[in-house]
């Protein structure tokens, strides 16, 4: 089975990839501003915060639940931004490091905050939840020890 694509056939499927991305972004940013634009209008002070953990799944919960998951969350934590454009950061419990080959892997429970610029945390939006799954998708890693398999996070 000839399984060789002709350069007219490669290039048109580039350009529709291309147009995909473009929808798929356009459709992004609407949902993006329209949740932006209910947030305000709605005026929901509470400030919600992402967790994950080995045990559980991506969870979005109210920054006052937090410490239900981490419970040293903002007393002995620590935390490092995940992104360079976008104030998100990744809060764990130092204790909870594992450390095999020089680096270093999250083995518990991890909470994504939005910080505004006086470091103040505030509500994540539904970008910074995309940013999120992005993150982990790239940092989440099996480890396994005998027949035992964990996910953990790599910060190196």
Known sequence: MNTTIDLKTAKTIEAMNQKINHMDNAVTDFFNKMSDVL????????????VIAPEIELTITPLANVRSYLPCFDEADSCYSISDDVPLALCYDPRQVITLAGKRYLSGAVVFVRYDTNGSFVALTTSDLYLIQCYLGENS?????????????CID
């Not at 890693?141 to 996070?153: D, H, N, T």
């Open 39 to 50: 947030e305000r209008q709605l005026g929901d002070d509470e400030v919600y915060a992402a």
């Open 141 to 153: 890693v099996p480890l396994m020890a005998g027949r035992e398999k964990m996910v953990c996070i």
